[in-house]
């Protein structure tokens, strides 16, 4: 409760009236109280204030609870009276920032008054509103048990609910039915029966409150997607707790693919498992290896999305348009035996790697090759490899075995392909291939080389950069990301426990994106570097690359691989999943604003869950919690695609009537369970986030006397916001929540560099609800000097102290009333007085003095100190006139108050130090008595000024001394 100021003026109020869905308003109408509705309030309002209290009568045609409110950002106190003046309700704080809000029973036909005050002296305008009691919104709707044919959910309590009402939707028809009804508000628990096993229902919870004039109905809850149980008991599914949460905007395609080319690599077991089938299931889960993708592709120079695949002894490429029609397909013979990647250029050619394996292992034998073909499909010219073989050679002899092959056209033209393979020499590792588009001609322009390379990434950068990334068990054991052509730094970021050349690793590599100038990994591994990790489940994680910084949350993660000990940091773990749950296929993507998209599969005991996905900002901070995408199935080898607000990829697998689903629904890795000429395109809304406001844009950050100063714009629809701060070039930290839209940072130190962002959150601060400025704005904190001034005989002397990380100060003056005016800039940090010589004869001015510490641009905060001009006088003569006493005798300053004489037996004043005022400019003279025989006294004399209760005073004359002999 703030301390009340009553009103000193007559408030003109805008009155919004909300009666169900009607609204009613009237602005200005003052003493014209006629101007109310009278089907809502009733007839003869009246208007008046006394007290600083300003009344409103009414007059209710209906009789209901009725919630009445204040709004804005005025600091308001309501009460509500009836007909006699008696008090029925009072509220200070209870609404929206400083608004009040009350509940009030309101009988029909009776006459009501409300005053509304404000903690205020302004003359302002204040909107307030009665509306019937609305049913708060139900929260926290959560998934208790699930089984074949029933599904238990729960809530929090809902505000002024008599009861809720369960409801399904039908995401065909867009619409809602009712499957359950609660007949009590305290009821935050049910159960839905009659269900169908291993099927998806979206469930919504709406509160209702039963009043006079019928029921009224608060907003659905976000939806939440759960799975029944499969009817057999041996196949436990369960999705309880983790599908929650907004369901994901997404549309799905199937599409046939010519013949029944879809089969998995080498690297998988293809089989139609039992999940009893233990051994097989582990052997797929833990084929720590990856492969080339059996599906690729890209968007076209023509904006087509296209789909590249194998059969027999051709390659297809399917059109089709971002709205999923068809449009088209070529097909190319097939050069060689093996297709490893497939791209294209904004000319729209298409470049196809192929491999071929050395089965004699004689040499010789063309194993690589890169062949460039027209758009409609014309061969155009092909790069070849041939090697010379031998058993010592390090030359590809089996490509693309263990490993992918990930293929990027850099800002030059030249076609760069980072793909694992097997060496004459029986080695596995990686390699790096470079051909010009140009000309097709081979070029070693890069290099990079990981033994045992289990799957390979290769990300073009904005700058023109090229990162190359690999899974290795041996040299190195980690994630090896390395730069080139860019000032950003290789390293294995993250490592995995277990013996050098282990293959068992227990990660999979997701990929690489940019965002905001950042690079990031995003994968999934074990959590521990020691022997745990070898049963852990996986769980995902992000990690900036490619500099010392790290992201907002993240933290270390420190153990033992390939006999050393390591130490990963900047490690942030965005799942936590425990039990039977693990994370497998986890992909990422960058939007063109900065966001990053990270796409996973969850399953338990191996048995395939849910697809998820989260968004973060281009600072790794979670924008969008993790978000499910139903029975939706993710690619193993494959980058997804961004364009224009969306996510594209494409899988295979059974087709099934609601939902998109796998056949059988269990856990293979690669594309799930392939099966035959049947596919799925998939396309991901990501445009717009869920319920994201505006992004708060910060409008100042500036040096206070108590720290930072950080000022923000108004969001519409903020609850909250949280500020962030980082130092110097480390990781956002948050460091405070609050409503206002000002904060202050008490915790810096002088001389630091601090940066500030903004986000919007929820008012329980667990959800963001907007982005923010990846790049926030950056201040150094600088100090305010301590400053003090004073006469001198040659001016005023103004001091202060030292401000670490000061490159100088700035000191300014003003006149009176004035405007400050900078007199003098010191460069450097090793002075710290300056005397204002120009003021020295203007006796009896005014003046205002004040120090700023500046370092570049950014200047420190400031306090004055004001100091009035007083020249000195001089002191004439100190005799020893009569007994015990001295004669004290000084010239005038006619501007003066008065004048303080000081003596003390201590030449230097420095203690046993005695003061005598005298009063008036015209009094020059002073007798001083109870002096000490024998004693030799020093004297001096100044001026002294009051002006505002406060004494100004010269500087002091010269001492005199005197002994006193009687």
């Not at 305010?784 to 401000?803: A, C, D, E, M």
Request: with cysteine.
């Amino acid at each position: 409760m703030k301390r009340k100021n009553p009103l000193t003026l007559m408030l003109i109020l805008i009155i919004c009236i909300s009666m169900f869905c009607t609204n009613v308003s009237a602005a200005g109408f003052g003493e014209n109280a006629e101007n109310y509705s009278t089907a809502v309030m009733g007839k003869n309002s009246a208007v008046f204030s006394n007290e600083g209290v300003v009344y409103y009568k009414f007059i209710p045609t209906k009789s209901d609870t009725y919630d009445i409110y204040s709004e804005g950002l005025n600091d308001t106190y309501g009460s509500v009276y009836d007909s006699e003046w008696s008090l029925i309700a009072s509220d200070d704080d209870s609404g929206d920032k400083y608004n009040f809000k009350l509940s009030c029973k309101i009988t029909a036909g009776s006459v009501y008054y409300i005053g509304i005050s404000l903690y205020s002296d302004k003359n302002t305008t204040v909107s307030y509103v009665i509306e019937q009691q609305q049913p708060g919104k139900v929260t926290n709707i959560e998934v208790q048990t699930v089984k074949s044919d029933s599904i238990t959910l729960s809530w929090d309590t809902a505000t002024h609910a008599d009861g809720y009402i369960i409801s399904t939707y039908d995401i065909t028809s867009k619409k809602y039915k009712a499957v359950k009804t609660i007949s009590s508000g305290s009821t935050t628990k049910a159960t839905i029966t009659n269900l169908q096993a291993d099927k998806v229902y979206r469930f919504a919870v709406q509160s209702y409150l039963t009043s006079g004039t019928g029921k009224r109905y608060s907003k659905y809850t976000p939806l939440l997607v759960v799975r029944t149980k499969p009817s057999d008991s041996s196949i436990k599914n369960t999705n309880s707790k983790i599908s929650s949460g907004y369901y994901a905007d997404i549309n799905t395609k199937p599409i046939s693919i010519k013949g029944n080319v879809l089969t998995t690599s080498d690297s998988e077991t293809v089989s139609y498992v039992k999940y009893d089938n233990y051994d097989l299931l582990i052997q797929c889960y833990h084929g720590d290896y990856g492969s080339v993708s059996e599906l690729t592709h890209f968007f076209d120079y023509k904006g087509y999305y296209t789909i590249v695949y194998e059969n027999g002894n051709d390659i297809y490429f399917d059109r089709y348009t971002t709205n999923m029609k068809f449009v088209s397909t070529i097909k190319i013979s097939k050069k060689y035996a093996l297709l490893g990647d497939v791209v294209t250029d904004k000319n729209g050619y298409y470049y196809i790697v192929w491999g071929q394996n050395d089965t004699k292992g004689n040499g010789g034998v063309v194993t690589m090759a890169v062949s460039k073909y027209s758009y409609n499909g014309t061969h155009i010219k092909t790069a070849t490899y041939k090697t010379t073989g031998g058993s010592d050679s390090w030359e590809t002899r089996y490509p693309f075995d263990a490993g992918n092959c990930s293929t990027i056209i850099n800002n030059d033209g030249i076609l760069i392909c980072n793909y694992g393979r097997e060496m004459y020499n029986g080695h596995q590792s990686n390699d790096i291939l470079c051909v010009d588009t140009s000309d097709m001609k081979k070029c070693n322009i890069y290099s990079n080389y990981v033994s045992h390379s289990l799957d390979q990434r290769v990300l073009k950068l904005s700058g023109g950069g090229i990162c190359f990334v690999n899974k290795g068990d041996a040299y190195p054991r980690g994630f090896d990301v390395a730069f080139a052509d860019c000032n950003k730094k290789s390293s294995t970021p993250f490592h995995f426990y277990g013996d050098l050349g282990q293959n068992y690793i227990n990660a999979w590599l997701g990929g690489v994106v940019e965002a905001g100038g950042n690079v990031y990994l995003v994968s999934s591994s074990a959590k521990s570097m020691d022997s745990n990790a070898l049963e852990e489940n996986q769980n995902l994680f992000i990690q900036m690359v490619g500099t010392t910084r790290t992201i907002s949350g993240s933290g270390k993660r420190t153990g033992t691989s390939s006999y050393d000990s390591c130490t990963d940091n900047g490690v942030k773990w965005l799942t936590n999943y425990s039990s039977n749950y693990t994370v497998s296929n986890p992909q990422v993507v960058a939007t063109d604003d900065g966001r990053i998209v990270v796409l996973w599969e969850v399953l338990k005991n191996d048995v395939f869950v849910q697809s998820y996905y989260m968004v973060l900002s281009a600072d790794g901070m979670i924008i969008q919690k993790a978000t499910p995408m139903s029975k939706t199935r993710l690619t193993a080898h494959e980058d997804p695609i961004y364009k224009d607000g969306y996510i594209y990829w494409t899988t295979a697998g059974y087709i099934g009537d609601t939902e998109i689903e796998t056949e059988p629904s269990y856990y293979l890795r690669g594309y799930a369970v392939l099966n035959g000429n049947k596919g799925v395109i998939h396309k991901l809304k990501v445009g717009t986030v869920t319920n994201m406001l505006n992004t708060p844009s910060i409008t100042g950050v500036s040096n206070s006397y108590s720290g930072i100063s950080i000022k923000w714009d108004k969001v519409s629809g903020a609850e909250k916001y949280r500020v962030f701060r980082k130092v110097g070039s480390g990781s956002w930290t948050k460091v405070a929540d609050t409503k206002s839209t000002s904060y202050t940072d008490k915790n810096v130190k002088s001389g630091t560099s601090y940066s500030y962002t903004v986000c919007c959150i929820s008012s329980d601060g667990k959800r963001y609800t907007s982005q923010y400025d990846s790049k926030g704005k950056t201040i150094k904190r600088l100090e305010q000097p301590s400053v003090t001034v004073s006469n001198i005989s040659s001016g005023i002397n103004i001091k202060w102290n030292k401000v670490n990380g000061a490159s100088g100060y700035n000191i300014y003056r003003k006149t009176g009333s004035g405007n400050y005016t900078r007199i003098k800039t010191i460069s450097g940090n090793s002075t710290f007085s300056f005397t204002d010589t120009s003021v020295k004869s203007n006796n009896s001015t005014t003046y205002t003095y004040a120090v700023r510490a500046y370092s570049g641009s950014v200047l420190s905060s400031y306090t004055g100190q004001k100091m009035v001009r007083l020249t000195g006088v001089s002191l004439y003569s100190v005799t020893n006139t009569s007994r015990l006493r001295m004669t004290v005798n000084w010239s005038k300053n006619s501007k003066a108050s008065g004048y303080v004489i000081q003596y003390s037996t201590n030449s230097r004043f420095s203690s046993g130090n005695k003061s005598v005022y005298v009063n008036g400019a015209s009094s020059v003279s002073k007798i001083i008595s109870n002096l000490t025989k024998g004693s030799t006294y020093y004297v001096r004399v100044r001026a002294y000024k009051n002006l505002s209760d406060k004494k100004y005073y010269s500087s002091w004359s010269s001492s005199k001394k005197i002994k006193i002999t009687r």
